[in-house]
């Protein structure tokens, strides 16, 4: 079965500060893409920033990268110069070929002032 | 561009009663649209795949009778909860995914509906 894990139900992270959230994922296939979405108190999921499996070059939106190990099957998402509207609840969402979307049980992200 | 407009934000209705849930994506069209179902504090659980003209495709465990949807047109599918009970008493989300650009492209949600049956 293809499974999302995230090991961190909570982080917080000081202002300014940078934080890493990680994801693991299990999957025997070659071709799939990545995504992290937030989602926060309004509840409206927002897509952070996307990965395409067969693209050794780690993704960047502006304050935010990710860092893709394909052989790991691992791909965390770095937040830097957080703010406060960064805090959020961050999904690691994975699709394989089906082309449904397998979401991670999340990680509750609080930017602190 | 691509959004996806859910219908109503929330509601509230009583035990045995059926409510709709409209998604509309408004500017593009999707052949394909997604009905999630999200508890407190918990992750997105797929329900079932709405497909343009066609019998939408269930979840293992979600009853089809119950939660009935419908994808009349290429912007418009709609997810019916049918004698409602508390236990329905949800936050659902619908996504959507612009066919005109093809894969990878991302899924767009909408901004949800809670759902309270009393």
């Known amino acids: 079965a293809q499974t999302v894990t995230q090991s961190q139900p909570e982080m917080s992270v000081q202002e300014a500060e940078t934080v890493t959230l990680s994801c693991t994922y299990d999957?025997?296939?070659?071709?799939?893409?990545l995504f992290w979405y937030k989602q926060p108190p309004s509840r409206q999921m927002i897509l952070v920033i996307r990965?395409?499996?067969?693209?050794?070059q780690n993704a960047t939106e502006n304050r935010f990268s990710v860092n893709f190990q394909k052989a790991a099957k691992s791909f965390s998402l770095k937040i830097s110069d957080s703010q406060l509207g960064d805090t959020a609840m961050y999904f690691c969402?994975?699709?394989?070929?089906?082309?449904?979307?397998?979401f991670g049980t999340g990680t509750r992200l609080k930017v602190l002032a | 561009g691509a959004v996806v407009s859910q219908h109503p934000s929330w509601v509230i209705c009583k035990s045995g009663t059926s409510v709709k849930i409209e998604c509309r994506s408004l500017?593009?069209?999707?052949?394909?649209m997604f009905w999630y179902r999200q508890f407190p504090k918990q992750s997105l659980m797929l329900m079932a795949t709405?497909?343009?003209?066609?019998?939408?495709?269930?979840e293992q465990g979600v009853e089809k009778d119950k939660f009935l949807i419908n994808h009349a047109s290429l912007t418009l599918s709609t997810l019916t909860v049918t004698s409602a009970h508390p236990e329905d008493s949800s936050f659902y989300i619908c996504?959507?995914?612009?066919?005109?650009?093809?894969?990878?492209?991302?899924?767009?949600f909408g901004n949800g509906t809670r759902l309270t049956v009393t």
């Open positions: 990965q395409e499996a067969y693209k050794q």
């Open positions: 709405s497909n343009e003209g066609s019998k939408a495709t269930y």
């Open positions: 996504s959507a995914r612009d066919r005109d650009r093809g894969l990878p492209s991302p899924l767009h």
């Open positions: 969402a994975f699709m394989p070929g089906t082309y449904k979307y397998i």
């Open positions: 500017d593009f069209q999707a052949t394909t």
């Open positions: 999957t025997s296939e070659n071709n799939y893409y």
